[in-house]
C-alpha cells in the first residue's frame, strides 16, 4: 500500500505543477499572444476575401484557371503567409517577455 499512496502522492504533485506551469502567463504576454491571434484572423478574412473573388472570376467549371483568378489567389496565399508570419513573431515575443 505504500507504493499506492507514494505513486498517488507524485502524481498529484506533478499534476500541481503541471497547473502552475500552465497558468503563469502574465498579462503583458496574453495581450502579445491576443495580437498575434488577430493579426492571424485579419490575414485569413482578407485572403478569404480575395479567393472569393477570385472564385466569382471563374464561372466555368472545366479545371482551368484564369490569369486573373490565380494572380488573386496567389495574392491572398501571400497575405495569409504574411499575417502567418507576423502571428509567429508575435507568439515568439510574448514567449520571451515571462522569461527571466
Known amino acids: 500500500m505504500k507504493v499506492d499512496r507514494t505513486r498517488s502522492a507524485m502524481l498529484a504533485l506533478a499534476g ?7 497558468g503563469c ?8 499572444e491576443d495580437q498575434a491571434d488577430a493579426v492571424r ?23 482551368v484557371d ?7 489567389e496567389n495574392k491572398a496565399e501571400a497575405i ?11 507568439e515568439e515575443k510574448a514567449d520571451r517577455q515571462d522569461r527571466p
Request: hydrophobic share 40%.
Open 16 to 22: 500541481s505543477a503541471a497547473l502552475l506551469i500552465s
Open 25 to 32: 502567463d502574465s498579462p503583458a504576454e496574453n495581450a502579445t
Open 41 to 63: 484572423d485579419a490575414a485569413d478574412a482578407k485572403a478569404d476575401t480575395l479567393e472569393t473573388r477570385a472564385d466569382a472570376l471563374d464561372t466555368r467549371v472545366d479545371g
Open 66 to 72: 484564369t490569369p486573373a483568378e490565380n494572380a488573386l
Open 80 to 90: 495569409r503567409e504574411s499575417g502567418e508570419a507576423k502571428a509567429d513573431a508575435l
